[in-house]
């Protein structure tokens, strides 16, 4: 049972930060403000770290990870153009942003609820990507 709910876990965790990263450099050509896209490079770059640390964790259990729901990918990629092709301001890609954290945040800790079982290295790690979130979140809400 630890097993397999940390896997699952982890899978999860690995979709999220991926579809995190692609969220990011979707929206970084629109940003014309040096500070948001400071910000937004900087998440960026924790997100990376976030998933080198779990493709070694997942490497440990022999598992490839997971890629973000395709149909997710694509709805998120639609709104985000639409959104941007009628205000390609800071204000919108704060807005977009700060969605898709308050929705990784969301997901993320359903998951930690639904996995108890997995082992603490594994939700250590999903806390931490929680906390990315949430600290993204807050970082671009004043150019909401």
Do not use: F
């Not at 896209?37 to 998440?43: A, D, G, Q």
């Amino acid at each position: 049972m630890v097993e397999q709910d940390t896997i699952k876990l982890l899978r999860e965790c690995d979709a999220g930060v991926k579809m995190g990263i692609s969220s990011i450099n979707d929206v970084l050509d629109y940003v014309s403000g040096s500070r948001l896209k400071n910000i937004l490079k900087s998440s960026s770059a924790q997100h990376e770290r976030l998933k080198t640390d779990l493709q070694e964790l997942l490497g440990e259990y022999r598992d490839e990870g997971k890629e973000p729901a395709a149909m997710a990918k694509s709805m998120s990629w639609l709104k985000t153009n639409v959104k941007l092709k009628m205000d390609e301001s800071d204000s919108t890609v704060a807005d977009l942003i700060t969605d898709g954290c308050n929705m990784g945040v969301k997901s993320l800790s359903r998951y930690l609820n639904k996995y108890q079982a997995a082992d603490e290295k594994s939700k250590d790690l999903a806390k931490r990507i929680i906390s990315e979130e949430e600290r993204l979140g807050a970082d671009v809400r004043p150019y909401l």
